[in-house]
């Protein structure tokens, strides 16, 4: 229950830009190599592959670290839940234009057409029956969307079901 209060208070506490005095320079190539090593040991991960292709250089871009971290994350659990055993999550980096992008694809059980324009509500979950087994309270995508529009950026999604989805995160570069 603490988990959901505590989300509950950041999405309340957290609308609109982030203040200029809280942004630092993060590079998003080291965040994500952290996250993927932070994960290998993951109790969701355990059955998957988790693949990363980052750029050799750094993609830098001005943000709060650890809200980043959660965002992306959030993007990777869910990923990782969703996957049935032996599949692939991917997590990618590059750049395109004048932003990062980071991608999150997987080859899971994917997101029924139908749902994918509520996939980013609160609350909201595909299938309520597996959520139960599998946890969370339907927040983790609003969670990271807010995130990342906090930061100046977007997120999108496609999904094809029992074939592929793909989160992508787009964030102002430094």
């Known amino acids: 229950m603490s988990i959901l209060v505590t989300n509950l208070l950041f999405l309340a506490r957290s609308q609109g830009q982030l203040p200029t005095e809280s942004l630092k ?17 993951h ?30 994350v959030n993007l990777v659990n869910n990923a990782c839940k969703y996957t049935p055993a032996g599949g692939q999550v991917q997590l990618h980096l590059f750049t395109q234009s004048h932003s990062a992008v980071i991608q999150v694809i997987d080859n899971g059980i994917g997101i029924p057409k139908n749902d994918l324009p509520y996939i980013f509500e609160r609350f909201y979950r595909v ?12 927040l983790g995508l609003a969670i990271a969307q807010q995130i990342i529009q906090s930061h100046g950026g977007h997120i999108s999604l496609r999904s094809v079901v029992k074939k592929e989805t793909t989160l992508q995160i787009f964030l102002p570069l430094k």
């Open 25 to 41: 320079e993060i590079d998003l190539k080291s965040l994500l190599v952290q996250i993927k090593n932070d994960y290998v040991t």
């Open 43 to 72: 109790q969701d991960a355990q059955h998957i592959s988790l693949i990363s292709k980052l750029p050799n250089n750094s993609v830098t871009v001005l943000g709060d670290a650890n809200l980043l971290y959660q965002a992306v």
């Open 127 to 138: 299938d309520k029956k597996r959520s139960r087994k599998t946890g969370g309270f339907g």
